[in-house]
């Protein structure tokens, strides 16, 4: 990764050294400010970052650890209703935050979660994802992206894992494997990951 | 409401007073928020399944199962203890496992070792890097939880019992009973730290 030298101007994609900018990801947890009350699922697992993040505003933080139950049950991982809050809980998700997940999912994991997230999904609920997009391979479990508290986001060394191939969703497929999932935004980040918002598709 | 007193030790001195200590009776125990001044111990060999109430700081390194309510004081879960219960405390420091919902009207500090399944709301929460944690936290303390829990009532306790009125249509359908909770399954606990529905 490249970073500026000193009176170079500084690329916005990329963060402190190490780590790397995730627009959509900073302006989906700015979104609403402080004074709005929230709920936001985490799939991932529980951070200090993401904690010292959100502890300025009225935000309820749902946390799913998809990747821990992954890694104690790689057959029964993603029993999404004892992870995920009640259908119709009073409180819709305003936003959900899958990290790195969708890369380890198949076609029928990825429609069975856009579909428990839509059931619990606010009118506005936005999803963010990130997708290995240049790379070849990622590593060989999901969750392993840290999140700074300013929002800067640290990824793992292919040397410190055990890589597999990355399927390189596209947003093509990734619409076309989530149907309850309409793609709003991406963004290709400094380390050639491709940030992606999902919005809602609801049916008339 | 979860008062805290004048003269009150400042919460955060007290949680790095209570430290992660293992060590009962070591220099890291909490000190004097009680209204004794004294720090009661619950050793690993004990196990208590029902109300536990008190007066007094408390760290737990044995098994509780059931309801804790430390108002006024601060709850240490030892790296050795286990709470299955639903526990409100002025502070609760997490370095054992916990299996319920923690609720704390100063700060909840969950350390490393800490294992805790369930929900916590507090003003504050703190957390170490490897903490493992399943649930959901609030911090707002604006929160219609956060007032149906340490709201005062006259002639009440204010922490509410498992099966209140605020959770009925919870209740009614067969799941989870905790004051606020969105999360059933694995997680979902009643005050008697047992299943209220099994994961789907």
């Known amino acids: 990764m490249k970073h500026p030298e000193p009176g170079e101007d500084a690329d916005p994609l990329l963060g402190a050294p190490g780590a790397i900018r995730a627009p959509l990801l900073a302006a989906l947890l700015d979104r609403g400010g402080s004074s709005r009350r929230r709920v936001i699922a985490d799939l991932g697992t529980l951070q200090p970052g993401m904690l010292d993040a959100l502890s300025q505003s009225r935000t309820r933080l ?11 049950n790689e057959d029964d991982w993603d029993r999404l209703d004892a992870a995920l809050p009640r259908r119709h809980w009073r409180e819709p998700l305003a936003a959900v935050l ?25 009118p506005d609920c936005r999803v963010h994802a990130l997708i290995h997009y240049s ?27 055990r890589p597999i191939a990355t399927p390189r969703y596209t947003p093509k497929a990734l619409e076309k494997a989530m149907p309850a999932l309409v793609v709003e935004r991406t963004m290709l980040l400094g380390n050639g990951m491709q940030e992606f918002t999902f919005r809602v598709h609801r049916p008339n | 409401m979860f008062n805290k007193r004048e003269n009150e030790h400042d919460p955060a001195d007290r949680g790095r007073n209570a ?7 070591g220099p890291d125990r909490p ?6 001044g004294a720090t009661a111990i619950i050793g690993p060999s004990i196990s208590i399944n029902g109300e536990l109430k008190g007066q007094e700081d408390l760290i737990v390194e044995g098994t509780i199962q059931g309801t804790v309510e430390l108002k006024q004081n601060t709850l240490t879960i030892g790296s050795q203890g286990t709470i299955k219960a639903q526990v409100y405390a002025h502070t609760i420091l997490v370095d054992g496992t916990v299996d319920g919902d923690l609720y704390a009207s100063e700060r909840i500090s969950i350390r ?7 929900n916590i709301l507090a003003p504050r929460i703190s957390l170490e890097d490897g903490a493992k944690f399943r649930g959901s936290i609030d911090m707002d303390s604006e929160s219609e939880a956060f007032r149906k829990v340490f709201q005062p009532r006259t002639g009440a306790s204010p922490a509410p019992k498992a099966t209140g009125a ?20 694995e997680a979902g606990k009643n005050a008697t730290g047992k299943p209220t529905q099994s994961a789907v």
């Open chain 1, 98 to 122: 899958c990290w790195d997940l969708l890369n380890y999912l198949d076609a029928g994991r990825l429609a069975a979660l856009a579909e428990a997230l839509r059931e619990r999904a606010a």
């Open chain 1, 62 to 72: 749902v946390v799913a650890d998809l990747p821990g139950r992954r890694a104690e």
């Open chain 2, 112 to 118: 490393k070792t800490a294992r805790i399944e369930g």
């Open chain 1, 135 to 161: 790379a070849l391979e990622m590593p060989g479990a999901p969750g392993q992206i840290r999140i700074d508290p300013n929002l800067d986001l640290r990824i793992p060394s292919l040397a410190d894992t």
């Open chain 2, 19 to 25: 430290g992660s200590s293992s060590t009962p009776g």
């Open chain 2, 166 to 185: 605020a959770d009925k249509s919870a209740s009614d359908s067969g799941e989870r009973t905790a004051p606020d909770s969105p999360l059933k399954g």
């Open chain 2, 31 to 36: 000190t004097g928020a009680g209204s004794s």
